[in-house]
């Protein structure tokens, strides 16, 4: 089985400011990993993912994140964060090939402070 | 990339009483999913919803508390029956792969249907 911890519930952080989102996983089997966003009164939507090789993957939005295999960690970075970032952002876990299910962290909800 | 929408987008019921969500996607697609979002909470999946079969339930939910049509391939209706205040959520569908494009496939999702039980 897989497990997603996302150990920041709340991160407060001021627009144009750099922000990390910090997720971890475990899994006994190889796995691709995402970020999703959820703004609110919305669905959720990809931002990224990692499926296999370059360990950093850039997304939409100026978001990117780096893939550590010996950490288990996917953390997701943006260099300069606007107002329109605040959101819930959401790290995910599935083992690799075929069908598989998708494992949800409890989501890290992002405050842009003008 | 699937466009997909719910209706309704939002609720208030009374307790005792059924609500039916529908999903509908903008491409075929094989698989469906029903996910429930607690308030300040993560998804749960309920449900994978396959066409011409039954669908599957997750362990904690049921049959009869959720039951799940898949007529087509771009259509599908949840059910939440006999609701009480716990049923208070938001109800996600989310498709994958809907053009079989690749075997890691993404998921995605519904705006969501946000459901208040009285």
């Known amino acids: 089985a897989q497990s997603v911890t996302q150990l920041d519930s709340q991160v407060p952080v001021f627009e144009e400011a750099p922000v990390e989102l910090r997720c971890n996983y475990s899994?006994?089997?190889?796995?691709?990993l995402f970020w999703y966003v959820q703004y609110p009164n919305q669905g959720l939507q990809l931002l990224l993912k990692?499926?296999?090789?370059?360990?950093l993957v850039k997304g939409i939005n100026g978001f990117e994140a780096e893939f550590n295999k010996s950490q288990t960690s996917f953390h997701l970075r943006k260099p300069s964060v606007h107002i329109s970032d605040t959101a819930e952002y959401f790290c995910?876990?599935?083992?690799?090939?075929?069908?598989?299910?998708?494992?949800f962290g409890t989501g890290t909800k992002l405050q842009v402070i003008p | 990339s699937a466009v997909i929408s719910q209706k309704p987008s939002r609720d208030i019921c009374q307790r005792g009483t059924s609500l039916t969500i529908q999903c509908q996607v903008d491409?075929?697609?094989?698989?469906m999913f029903w996910y429930r979002q607690q308030p300040g909470q993560s998804l749960t999946l309920i449900a994978t919803?396959?066409?011409?079969?039954?669908?599957?339930?997750e362990s904690g939910f049921v049959i009869d508390k959720f039951p799940i049509s898949r007529p087509n391939l771009t259509f599908s209706t949840l059910t939440v029956s006999n609701m009480s205040p716990e049923d208070s959520s938001i109800y996600l569908c989310?498709?994958?792969?809907?053009?079989?494009?690749?075997?890691?496939?993404?998921?995605?999702f519904g705006p969501g249907t946000r459901l208040t039980v009285l």
């Open positions: 989310s498709v994958e792969d809907p053009q079989g494009l690749s075997s890691y496939n993404e998921q995605f």
């Open positions: 899994s006994s089997v190889s796995v691709y």
């Open positions: 990692y499926l296999s090789g370059s360990t």
């Open positions: 995910a876990v599935r083992p690799s090939g075929g069908y598989q299910k998708v494992t």
């Open positions: 491409s075929q697609v094989t698989m």
């Open positions: 919803a396959n066409q011409g079969s039954e669908a599957t339930y």
